[in-house]
């Protein structure tokens, strides 16, 4: 295989994190959702939390995304 | 002449937008210190900025829309370090709140769709450069604080109350690790989560235009379809742009939180 193929599919593949990460992401605001929804006088009190839970689980999904432009543009 | 244009796909580099150019050559002792397109929209955000602020800042007894819009956003960043650091987080509101407006700014501003009149924007928040000295800035505000604070009780952030002994080495060196990575973590997610917004939007204009070239049937197809979820993603665009300059703040406001109370 050349190597500009073998890029190309490492950089598909690292497609699929970002997929991961949305799972994740989904998770946390659908948790937080079905827990406000249960106690709404606590909700706004999480909402720190709820975005810093947000931003970490993002960032592993944005780091995909940097091995894919990193493996088509860098590497 | 138009057809030679319909048979030859558009050439959209997604990553062109993000090109660093010149805008009046400058040089400092060998350095190239060039004004570039970068420089001159942080230049635009902070005037914007500063003229939004200005606006808002008379002081009105009953306030008008403006202010409300300003104290709006003061009376956030104000809770938000009442809330997760005290009384004590006061003083660094100046800080979270420039910090906070000026990547929120910056993030409306280079979505702004002036390439219709020929101003293409540039969004410098999707450099690592920019974000990474911002991250810097509040990692030495933290380091500073912390040392100037606690002294060399200060590593004890690195051990969390009630760690055994025999774990003690361990926790240090995980807690080090993760407290070195923090300014890297910060400034990734603010650059790669506009770099990820403006490519996908470039690639979908690309679907668009050469949909449409290649016929009616593959711009119903194609285009119209990559056109609405286009204007979709313009909205989640604008969502991220409050979402991430929100996180940038509110991440800032933990690390302060850690260095003024050591948890």
């Known amino acids: ?75 | 002449m138009s057809a030679a244009v319909a048979a030859e796909p558009a050439k959209v580099d997604p990553m062109y937008q993000f090109t660093i150019k010149p805008l009046a050559e400058l040089e400092l002792a060998g350095f190239d210190i060039s004004f570039t397109n970068s420089a001159a929209w942080m230049l635009v955000t902070t005037i914007v900025l500063f003229g939004f602020v200005l606006g808002g800042m008379k002081r009105q007894l009953v306030p008008g829309r403006w202010q409300m819009a300003v104290e709006f956003f003061t009376s956030f960043i104000d809770d938000m370090l009442q809330a997760n650091i005290g009384d004590a987080g006061r003083k660094y509101v100046p800080y979270v709140f420039s910090l906070f407006m000026f990547i929120l700014f910056a993030n409306i501003l280079g979505l702004l769709p002036l390439g219709v009149v020929g101003l293409h924007p540039f969004t410098f928040t999707s450099h690592f450069t920019v974000t990474g000295v911002l991250a810097l800035i509040t990692i030495s505000i933290v380091l500073v604080v912390g040392f100037w604070k606690h002294g060399l009780h200060f590593f004890g952030l690195f051990v969390p109350h009630g760690t055994p002994l025999l774990m003690v080495p361990l926790i240090f060196v995980i807690e080090l690790f993760s407290f070195i990575l923090r300014p890297f973590s910060l400034a990734l997610r603010l650059f790669v989560a506009m770099m990820a917004g403006h490519v996908l939007l470039e690639v979908l204009s690309s679907f668009v235009i050469d949909g449409s070239n290649a016929g009616a049937l593959w711009g119903g197809v194609v285009g119209l379809p990559s056109f609405l979820l286009m204007i979709g993603i313009c909205a989640l665009e604008i969502l991220v742009s409050g979402i991430q300059a929100y996180v940038f703040a509110l991440l800032t406001v933990f690390y302060i939180n850690d260095a003024e109370n050591l948890h």
């Open chain 1, 1 to 75: 295989m050349d190597m500009e193929a073998a890029k190309l599919i490492g950089a598909g593949l690292a497609a699929i994190g970002t997929g991961l990460a949305a799972i994740g992401v989904g998770n946390i605001w659908g948790s937080f959702l079905s827990s406000a929804l249960r106690n709404p006088g606590a909700a706004d009190g999480q909402q720190g939390r709820l975005f810093v839970g947000f931003a970490v689980t993002e960032l592993l999904g944005l780091l995909a995304f940097v091995v894919a432009m990193i493996l088509i543009f860098v590497a």
